[in-house]
């Protein structure tokens, strides 16, 4: 009686248990093999983590990866004609070398880009100069990665975060020399300089009511104008607030319904919210990381990969912004040392029970 009152008293307590701690022992599943019927699974890696040991979970969970910032023009081209390849070459060949896939990231972006693309001398580069720099940039770059990198970024956040206009103006000097046309130019031009390449335009509050209009507004010209354009990237640096899922949804339905690919391309779940412009933590604001978020945090990937399941034949990947908790531009973005937990693994590499919340689901036919 003695014993079975125990076992009684140790099953319960196993119920009680969270998804995490249940497995911690066990080595979890992989994320590209729970997904291989679905899309994808992506991490972005940087230049750090490749020289970690954290190289045996990426090989281990995901099918693609992309470059954090190496691949980024600032690091690549950061004086004309003067080109750095080692970082990206090495992530290449540490692709190569494990059998995974490229996301190019990315080729045309107002930010981290250096100053002399749009330079002439003292003045302002002309609109030909600026677009001769880009074919150029594109060209070299896609060249040197064509049997590597089979999608690519070609232009990353092109569109206002404000009501009033479709395209961001004051801050992209793209926008300011050549006005809108500078983003079909690049499409043209990384079309051009492989014809292979899935080409992706890629934004941030991408399903957010106001700017996913806005997105699909500038999506719709290009497609109609017949830009090669293959897909649009949601960044999805999102949080346990946003977005919803009718909004995720819609999102999702509005740019497929234009024959495009969808992508989460950039993903993490942060614990506060968005708010782009703000620098300092407030006093007593860091959040610990009690089960009351973990479960907001778990439900809130749950849904995301939930509904990117029901629509896998226009969903074709999810990457997401770096491995663990310890190492994730949030922890200094938007305001420097506001720690967070945004990512599937925690400090020590375990996986956290949102791990669990995307990969124990029932498999649909
Ligand atoms: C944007 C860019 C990324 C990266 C993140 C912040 O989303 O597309 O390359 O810089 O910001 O880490």
Redesign the pocket.
């Known amino acids: 009686m003695k014993n079975q009152i125990s076992l009684f008293v140790v099953a319960i307590l196993l119920s009680h248990c969270t998804t995490s701690e249940k497995n911690n022992n066990a080595k979890p599943v992989a994320l590209k093999s729970v997904y291989s019927d679905y899309f994808t699974m992506g991490m972005a890696v940087n230049y750090r983590l490749l020289n970690s040991a954290d190289t045996s979970l990426v090989n281990y969970h995901f099918g693609s990866i992309t470059a ?2 190496c691949m ?1 023009p600032e690091v690549l081209q950061p004086s004309e004609g003067v080109w750095n390849w080692e970082q990206a070459d090495a992530l290449v060949a540490y692709a190569r070398a494990n059998n995974l896939k490229i996301h190019g ?2 080729l045309v ?1 107002h930010e ?1 880009t250096p100053n002399w693309f749009f330079a002439d001398g003292d003045k302002p580069a002309s609109k030909e100069l600026l677009f001769e720099r880009m074919q150029n940039h594109i060209t070299t770059l896609m060249h040197r990665y064509k049997d590597d990198v089979q999608s690519w970024d070609v232009v ?2 092109a569109v206002a975060d404000v009501t009033d206009r479709i395209y961001r103006e004051k801050d992209s000097p793209w926008f300011q020399i050549t006005g809108s046309e500078f983003i079909a130019k690049a499409f043209e031009f990384a079309n051009t300089a492989n014809p292979n390449a899935l080409l992706f335009y ?1 934004d ?1 509050n991408s399903a957010s009511p106001e700017k996913r209009e806005r997105i699909y507004t500038l999506l719709k010209t290009l497609v109609d104008s017949g830009v090669p354009i293959h897909g649009v990237g949601l ?1 999805g ?1 999102w949080s346990v607030y946003e977005p919803s899922e009718e909004d995720l949804r819609k999102a999702i339905e509005q740019f497929s319904s234009l024959g495009l690919q969808v992508r989460i391309t ?1 993903l993490d779940v942060s614990m506060y919210l968005w708010e782009k412009e703000r620098r300092d933590v407030l006093p007593d604001e860091t959040i610990s990381y009690t089960p009351e978020w973990q479960q907001k945090q778990d439900k809130q990937y749950e849904m995301i990969f939930r509904v990117c399941r029901e629509n896998k034949d226009v969903v074709s990947g999810i990457t997401l ?1 770096g491995l663990a908790d310890n190492n994730s ?1 949030l922890n200094n ?1 938007p305001a420097k040392g506001r720690k967070n937990y945004p990512l599937l693994f925690d400090e020590n590499r375990q996986p956290k029970s949102c791990f669990y919340s995307i990969t124990e689901f029932e498999k649909t036919p």
Request: proline residues 0%; charged residues 25%; contains cysteine.
């Open positions: 954090e910032n980024k990231h990315c972006w981290q990353n956040e890629n941030y960044q640096h950039e912004w531009w973005y």
